[in-house]
């Protein structure tokens, strides 16, 4: 093979690499909205009055430490959130049944606690704040 195909081979190898990580980068901290269905597989005393944040992690999981902080700290700033961990290398059947492909997973459940949506990977601070105001605020759960 003539070394100009291999350049262009491992250049159009580096460039769909690169763009396939970029989106999936991309989709990681976007809320996707679930279709409310029900979580009771959470226990209803870890409920908040008002909404849930539930982190779905495994005991190996290197990112989960600091997306728990952050969420400790977003439950902490609004009335009525409750924040509750789910370890996943416990509850396999709970990553089965709830489709969960990566840790951390964060879902956000409204005050019946049906979940409205849910991240994939580390979301962003910002983002799950609006998502909570979005939750939280919508009328037909106040």
């Not at 902080?69 to 789910?86: F, K, Q, Y």
């Amino acid at each position: 093979m003539p070394p100009w195909i291999a350049v262009l081979v491992v250049v159009a190898l580096v460039s769909v690499t690169t763009l396939v990580g970029w989106a999936l980068r991309r989709r990681e901290s976007r809320p996707r909205r679930a279709v409310a269905t029900g979580s009771e597989w959470l226990d209803a005393g870890a409920r908040g009055a008002q909404a849930t944040l539930v982190q779905f992690s495994t005991e190996l999981c290197t990112r989960c430490p600091q997306v728990r902080r952050m969420l400790h700290t977003i439950a902490g700033e609004a009335d009525g959130v409750a924040l509750a961990e789910v370890d996943l290398t416990h509850r396999a059947d709970l990553a089965t049944r709830l489709h969960i492909l990566q840790t951390p997973t964060v879902f956000v459940l409204d005050a019946t606690g049906a979940v409205r949506s849910r991240f994939a990977g580390v979301p962003r601070k910002d983002a799950v704040a609006a998502e909570l105001d979005r939750v939280i605020g919508d009328p037909a759960h106040v």
